[in-house]
């Protein structure tokens, strides 16, 4: 594998990723078992955005819509978003690494009551019943404490999110989670699903996301270090221009991918463009998330979607709907393309946009 060349593991990135469209669970499943949720919707939200490439006919909504009827839960992973339930299973019971004390855990024991007793509970519900009051939450702000704990308990094992009301989340009691047998094969299977997903990695990369770990299952932060020499151990692995590379074993990065000649418009957290590290050594320049940067200190927009062009991101894309159409604002690394084909592909991309917002 010495003979490789960054051009292979960027063609390797984006065909793995970006498979023929297929049904929403196979996606999900190919996708390592997890699609990263974000609340912003600019155009859409960054799950729904993530999925369009992957599933045929997908719309703006469809996983939420489907949701209370699909084997899916919402649940914490390395950040918060859609997971199998195999996976799902790997990390629970979970042990919290804030512990609630005697008068915290008395509030959540009344707001598991109170679910028991409305068996799907909207946090408005349960805190009208309960008023328990604000408090300040992660960012600053006042939150219900009731919603609070309601989240608190989903985290601890305790409740599932059952749907969403105009995007809230409600919640039922969970089943009891059966103990995991064997910690140290549950690490595993997750650091497996993260390469699945993110591959091919740089050795730093597979680094930080073992340790992220620690947040999806708290109770064995001390495996981590064991972990990631175990996936180091199994992966395929290569040195390309001096930084170590790892990538499923069954997997060849230098085998001929097929890229097709497409413009893609990807989602800040789409698994192509998710790891900032592997986006720099790939395509030689920093994309960043802007969203929650001050406006006078925003180089490419508060929403700026990667633009990619056959295997290579060439540039971003703004987008926002107004009066029932879609407006775009391009920025390009260089320079635009001057190809026909280039034109033609954006205009297609921007059309499947469109439709996949219902425009």
Not at 204 to 221: D, E, F, K, V, Y
Not at 239 to 267: F, T
Not at 309 to 329: H, P, Y
Request: a positive charge; proline letters at 7%.
């Amino acid at each position: 594998m010495s003979s490789l060349t960054l051009t292979d593991l960027r063609r390797h990135a984006v065909a793995r990723s970006l498979f023929a469209p297929t049904t929403l669970l196979e996606a999900v499943q190919r996708l390592g078992g997890f699609v990263q949720a974000d609340p912003l919707r600019a155009p859409a939200r960054a799950q729904d955005l993530t999925l369009r490439h992957r599933v045929k006919a997908y719309r703006a909504g469809d996983l939420e819509r489907r949701y209370p009827k699909l084997p899916l839960q919402e649940d914490f992973f390395i950040n918060y978003g859609f997971l199998t339930p195999e996976l799902r299973a790997l990390m629970h019971p979970r042990t919290a690494r804030r512990v609630w004390d005697k008068a915290r855990w008395k509030q959540a024991e009344a707001v598991l009551a109170e679910v028991a007793r409305l068996g799907e509970a909207h946090p408005a519900d349960v805190d009208a019943a309960l008023d328990h009051g604000s408090v300040k939450n992660w960012f600053g702000g006042n939150s219900r404490l009731s919603t609070e704990l309601l989240d608190g308990l989903h985290y601890r094992s305790r409740l599932d999110v059952v749907r969403r009301d105009n995007g809230t989340r409600c919640y039922a009691l969970a089943a009891p989670w059966p103990a995991v047998p064997d910690p140290q094969a549950a690490m595993d299977a997750m650091a497996d699903a993260l390469v699945q997903k993110y591959a091919p990695l740089p050795a730093g990369s597979l680094s930080t996301l073992i340790s992220m770990l620690s947040a999806g299952a708290p109770q064995w932060r001390d495996l981590r270090q064991p972990t990631l020499a175990r996936a180091k151990a199994r992966l395929a692995h290569a040195r390309v221009e001096g930084v170590d590379w790892y990538w499923p074993a069954d997997e060849e990065p230098g085998s001929g991918w097929r890229i097709p000649s497409k413009v893609r418009l990807l989602a800040p957290f789409d698994p192509v463009v998710w790891d900032r590290r592997r986006f720099e050594l790939l395509w030689g320049w920093a994309y960043r998330f802007e969203a929650y940067t001050p406006a006078d200190k925003r180089v490419r927009g508060h929403y700026a979607l990667p633009l990619l062009w056959r295997d290579e991101v060439i540039g971003w894309a703004n987008l926002k709907v107004v009066k029932g159409r879609l407006q775009q604002e391009l920025g390009f690394v260089e320079r635009r393309p001057k190809e026909p084909a280039f034109a033609q592909a954006l205009d297609k991309e921007l059309a499947a946009m469109g439709e996949f917002l219902g425009l």
